[in-house]
C-alpha cells in the first residue's frame, strides 16, 4: 500500500488531496501510467509530466525513480513560494 | 536556528529584536521580507497551500545548507500559509554572521532556494475566479548561481 498525495492545480483535477493505492509499479512513471488508465480526470492531470514534479516520502525525485519501500509518493506543479 | 511554517501572522519587528543578540561573532544581521502584492489591482487575496511535513524538512535542510556554506551564526525562516491579504507579509528569512558580505549572500540563497524548492504553492483570488500562479523560469535560471 503507498500513500498518494496531490497538490495545488493537481488536487483540483483529480478532485481528491490523498489516497491510498495497491499497486505493483516499479517507478514513478509506472504508478502514474496506472494512474491514467484509470479515469480521464487522471489523465488530464498527468497529461503532462513536464509540468509536474514528484516527491518520495517528502523528498524531491524523478519520474524514473523506483517505488521500492516508498511509503508516500506526492504530486504537484513547480513550487512557487517565497 | 528557527523555521517555523505558521498561517498566523507573525511580529517582523520582535524576531529581528531578538535574532542574532547576545553573542560576539555577530556583526551583521541581513532581514529579507516577502509581502502580498498585487500586479493587476484586481487581486483580493492570496491563497498559499503547503506540504505539511515536507515543507518545514526542506526548509530545514536549506537554512542548514545556508549556515554551513556561509558559517552563519544563526538564521531564521519563518513563512505562512492559508489566505492573505494585500499588503500582509508572507514570510521573512533573516541571517546573523560576523560580515555583512556573508549575511547578505546567504539571504539570497535562502531566498532562491526557498522559491522554486520548499513545497508552496500561490493561488491569486481575484474578481473572475481563481488562478494558480505559475513558477518562473526565471527562479529556477535563480539557482544555477549558487
Not at chain 1, 53 to 69: I, M, N, T, W
Not at chain 2, 110 to 131: I, N
Amino acid at each position: 500500500m503507498i500513500d498518494v498525495l496531490y497538490f495545488a492545480w493537481v488536487r483540483e483535477r483529480i478532485g481528491l488531496p490523498r489516497e491510498t493505492l495497491e499497486t505493483q509499479a516499479a517507478t514513478v512513471a509506472d504508478l502514474v501510467t496506472e494512474l491514467k488508465a484509470r479515469e480521464p480526470r487522471y489523465e488530464a492531470a498527468f497529461a503532462d509530466l513536464s509540468a509536474l514534479r514528484v516527491a518520495l516520502d517528502q523528498e524531491l525525485s524523478e519520474f524514473d525513480a523506483p517505488l521500492k519501500g516508498v511509503r508516500e509518493v506526492a504530486f504537484f506543479p513547480p513550487m512557487t513560494g517565497g | 536556528m528557527k523555521i517555523s511554517v505558521q498561517a498566523a501572522p507573525f511580529d517582523l519587528g520582535a524576531e529581528l529584536s531578538e535574532f542574532g543578540t547576545g553573542r560576539a561573532d555577530v556583526g551583521a544581521v541581513v532581514s529579507f521580507t516577502g509581502i502580498v502584492r498585487d500586479d493587476s489591482g484586481q487581486m483580493h487575496a492570496l491563497e498559499l497551500e503547503h506540504y505539511p511535513g515536507m515543507t518545514e524538512a526542506a526548509i530545514t535542510r536549506i537554512a542548514q545548507e545556508a549556515v554551513e556554506r556561509w558559517d552563519l551564526a544563526d538564521a531564521l525562516v519563518i513563512h505562512r500559509h492559508g489566505r492573505l491579504a494585500i499588503g500582509e507579509t508572507i514570510m521573512m528569512v533573516a541571517t546573523a554572521a560576523r560580515h555583512r558580505a556573508a549575511a547578505f549572500e546567504a539571504a539570497e540563497f535562502l531566498m532562491d532556494y526557498l522559491k522554486s524548492r520548499a513545497p508552496f504553492w500561490k493561488k491569486e483570488h481575484g474578481p473572475g475566479g481563481t488562478s494558480w500562479v505559475e513558477a518562473k523560469d526565471t527562479d529556477e535560471a535563480a539557482l544555477k548561481r549558487w
